[in-house]
C-alpha cells in the first residue's frame, strides 16, 4: 500500500450515522484501541519490524481483520506511531480500515487542542492527511480552540471531559459544586450546532458518567478504562447507556491486543468477543424492550 502523504478526503457517511450503524449492525459498543507498543509486540511482528520496518502496521492491520466482526469502531493512538517516525504507517492503516472494512469508523486518539491557524491545522491534520472519521481533542482553550474542528460537520469531535486517570481530579473535579468536567460537558452540549460533538468519560469514574450523561442526553461517549485500567463495565453501561442501550464507544486496547502472545490474532478475537458478549448482556438487563441477538 502506497503510504498517503497528500491531502486527501473520502465521502463516506457521516461519523455518527456510521457508529450508530456499527451499534445496530454488529450489535456492538465496543472499540478496539490500536496502541501497538513495539516492546510488547508478539516476536513474529517483532521480527517483521527489524527485517522489513512494517511490522507495527501488520500487526495493526491483522488485529482489524480478527475483530473486525465484533467492534463498532477502530481508534489507532497517534503517539504510537509518531514516536517511532512512523506516521505515514498510521495513515496506511487508517486507508486500510476504510479500504476493506468501510463500515467502521475510525477515531483518531490525539487530543488536539490550540487555537487560530494551529488548530485549523490541526483539524486538517486529522481529517485530510489522515482521514480520520473522528478524532479527539482538548477543550481547555475553550469553544474557539474546537470550531476548526466542528466545522467538518461529517467527522466526529470527541472532546476531553473527564478522564480516567486518577490524576486528573485535581482538575476536573474542582470547583466541588460545579466542576470542570460538568461546565464541559454542558459547554459541548451548547456548542453542538452540528451534531458531531461527543466527549470522553472515563470508565473508571462510573458515578461521574451518570452525571454527564444527566446533561447531554443522548450524546454519544468515548469511555475508555475498561480492561487493563480496571473501569467496572457493569457500573459504566448502568450509568452511561441512553434511552436505547446504547450511546456509548467502550474502548478496550492492552487487555485485547496482546490478550494472548501465542497466539495473538485468536487471541484478541477471543477476548474481544467476550468483552462484547459481556456488553450485550448488559444491555438487555438495561434495555429489556431492545433485541439483542
Known amino acids: 500500500m502506497t503510504p498517503r502523504n497528500s491531502i486527501t478526503r473520502i465521502t463516506r457517511n457521516p461519523f455518527i450515522d456510521q ?119 482538548n477543550a481547555y482553550l475553550g469553544e474557539e480552540s474546537l470550531a476548526p474542528f466542528i466545522e467538518y460537520r461529517d467527522r466526529g469531535v470527541i472532546v476531553l471531559c473527564r478522564t480516567s486517570n486518577p490524576d486528573s481530579a485535581w482538575l476536573q473535579n474542582h470547583p466541588a459544586e460545579d466542576p470542570t468536567y460538568l461546565r464541559i460537558a454542558r459547554g459541548v452540549r451548547e456548542w453542538n450546532r452540528h451534531g458531531n460533538l461527543l466527549l470522553v468519560a472515563g470508565a473508571t469514574y462510573a458515578d461521574d458518567i451518570g452525571r454527564i450523561r444527566e446533561v447531554v442526553a443522548d450524546m ?52 474481544a468477543a467476550a468483552l462484547r458478549d459481556e456488553m450485550r448482556r448488559l444491555q438487555k438487563e438495561i434495555a429489556p424492550d431492545r433485541t439483542v441477538v
Not at 229 to 239: C, N, P, R, T
Open 220 to 271: 454519544p461517549l468515548l469511555v475508555p478504562g475498561i480492561g487493563a485500567q480496571g473501569g467496572d463495565l457493569a457500573s459504566v453501561m448502568a450509568a452511561g447507556c441512553d434511552r436505547r442501550g446504547q450511546g456509548l464507544i467502550i474502548s478496550a486496547s492492552r487487555s485485547i491486543l496482546f490478550a494472548d502472545t501465542g497466539s495473538p490474532m485468536e487471541g484478541a478475537r477471543r477476548a
Open 19 to 137: 457508529l450508530r450503524f456499527g451499534w445496530e449492525s454488529r450489535e456492538s459498543l465496543l472499540c478496539v484501541g490500536l496502541d501497538p507498543d513495539l516492546e510488547r509486540l508478539p516476536a513474529s511482528y517483532r521480527e517483521r519490524e527489524r527485517e522489513h520496518h512494517d511490522g507495527l502496521l501488520r500487526f495493526c492491520c491483522d488485529i482489524v481483520d480478527s475483530t473486525a466482526g465484533l467492534v463498532c469502531a477502530f481508534k489507532p493512538q497517534i503517539a504510537y506511531f509518531a514516536a517511532l517516525g512512523r506516521e505515514n504507517q498510521l495513515a496506511e492503516l487508517i486507508a486500510y480500515i476504510h479500504e476493506r472494512h468501510p463500515e467502521h469508523p475510525v477515531i483518531l486518539d490525539a487530543k488536539r487542542g490550540d487555537i487560530g491557524a494551529t488548530a485549523r491545522l490541526y483539524a486538517r491534520e486529522a481529517f485530510e492527511r489522515y482521514d480520520a472519521d473522528a478524532v479527539t481533542v
